[in-house]
């Protein structure tokens, strides 16, 4: 007789547009054959929404009521930005596992929290960084890390789009492009070349709600490495978004535009790189599900790694605040389990 496969319930807090996003890859996974099931569907303004394409689902425009109403084993939050701490550390502690949309959270201080109460409660955190599960990024980590070009040069990143809804532009509410687009590429680095001795940042302020808008960062290692990343929300025309990298390695240089990687060897013709064509979403809500359900660690992003990354962040902040000054990240300690 086979093993029984565990079916996992999912509850998904927040429908805007990230919520459709991942309400469409569970969809797409249950039609799969993949053992999980989206349960339940929950939004403040549930009730305003009048959505027939949710009707399959069970839906709250209360927490409380969907995880008194619901046995779940993971719930996907997508709501904005200054609740995901809270939000995530009370669902936590109660059990959950939970996957949360990137940024981790308004403050690296919050960001530890949540760290803290995935150690305590022995269940899995993961921050939506998709571009960890994007197949051109993940091509790129994977050339870094073998060497087959040899070591990095030099690497160029950038992110841009129109400007987002009025809502992103409150500083105070979103952190602004840096910290709600432009965190992408400053993890991406992270995750490429580990922590930044200092990084320098020209920013453009939107008056008067003090959020950056575009960003600009230098990123300085040991090692001697010219490292920038740019952001930005002041695209025009029928440009609505774009994310480009170009990396010069010792032996080759890398360039991903248009949804395509060139790859440039020294010696030999360049090619096209073969990548999965599944986007970074699918990708890393399929990985989080399967630690789950195998219990293994989550080594392609631990929450920890982004904790390191909101540090950076911050950082930047500071660096533009000062007109670019050099700023030193400054890590977060994590608490020992007793």
Sequence with gaps: MKDEVLTLKVGLIGIGAMG???????????????????????DLK????????????RLYDAVD??????????????????????????LLEKGYHVLCEKPMARTSEQALQMVESANAAGKKLMIGQCLRFWPAYEYLKAVVEDGRYGSVRAGYFYRGSGFPLPWYLNGANSGGCLLDMHVHDTDIIHWLFGMPASVSTSARVVAPQGGYDV?????????????NAQA???????????????????????????????????????????????TGYYREIRYFLDVVASGEALSACPPEETLGTMAIIEA???????????????????????
């Design 232 to 278: 930005d929300w002041t695209l025009q025309g029928d440009i609505q978004f774009a994310m480009t990298y170009r990396v010069n390695l010792e032996g080759a240089s890398i360039l991903f535009a248009d949804n395509a990687v060139s790859v440039h060897p020294a010696n030999e013709p360049g090619f096209i790189a073969e990548l999965s064509p599944d």
């Design 46 to 57: 549930m009730a305003e929404l009048k959505d027939d394409t949710l009707s399959a689902y």
């Design 20 to 42: 459709r996003t991942h309400l469409a890859i569970y969809k797409r996974l249950m039609a799969e054959g993949y053992p999980v099931e989206l349960a339940a569907v929950c």
């Design 65 to 90: 009521d969907m995880l008194d109403g619901e046995e779940l084993d993971i719930v996907d939050i997508t709501v904005p930005t200054p609740f995901h701490a809270e939000l995530a550390s009370a």
């Design 215 to 227: 960003v600009s960062t230098n990123y300085h290692y040991p090692e001697g490495m010219v490292l």
């Design 316 to 338: 930047e902040q500071l660096s533009a605040d000062r007109g670019g000054e050099l700023v030193k990240p400054q890590a977060k300690t994590i608490k020992a389990m007793n």
